[in-house]
């Protein structure tokens, strides 16, 4: 079992930047590749990025390709997606993903309760 809990989200001003984190606790963090998916009012769940459990890798969604970042910390048990030049069309819940299997076109592994991010034109 692995519990995650996001955090970083909030109100933001289209342009800005927000840096979302995702506290893991549990079982041994190495073990999971890291990612972060988002669901928008009315829409369904999406990936945003992810990152292989050895750090190696990255993926992003192409509607934030060339304006995040996602990342780890080891020593923290903690995983982060960094976005800038943020748009009112990344309004979202974002959801923390920790799953043994790189296979993001579904739904699986262990999730966070979500973070609420607004951005605002």
């Known amino acids: 079992q692995v519990q995650l809990v996001e955090s970083g989200g909030g109100l933001v001003q289209a342009g800005g930047s927000l840096r979302l984190s995702c506290a893991a606790s549990?079982?041994?963090?190495?073990?999971?590749?890291m990612g972060w998916y988002r669901q928008a009012p009315g829409a369904e769940r999406e990936f945003v990025a992810a990152i292989t459990s050895s750090g190696g890798m990255q993926v992003y969604a192409d509607s934030v390709k060339g304006r995040s970042t996602i990342s780890r910390d080891y020593a923290k048990n903690a995983a982060y997606l960094q976005i800038v030049n943020l748009k009112p069309e990344d309004t979202a819940i974002y959801y923390c993903?920790?799953?043994?299997?790189?296979?993001?076109?579904?739904?699986?592994?262990?999730w966070g309760q979500g973070t609420q991010v607004t951005v605002s034109s």
């Open positions: 549990g079982r041994t963090f190495t073990n999971y590749h």
């Open positions: 993903n920790a799953r043994g299997s790189w296979n993001w076109g579904h739904e699986t592994g262990y």
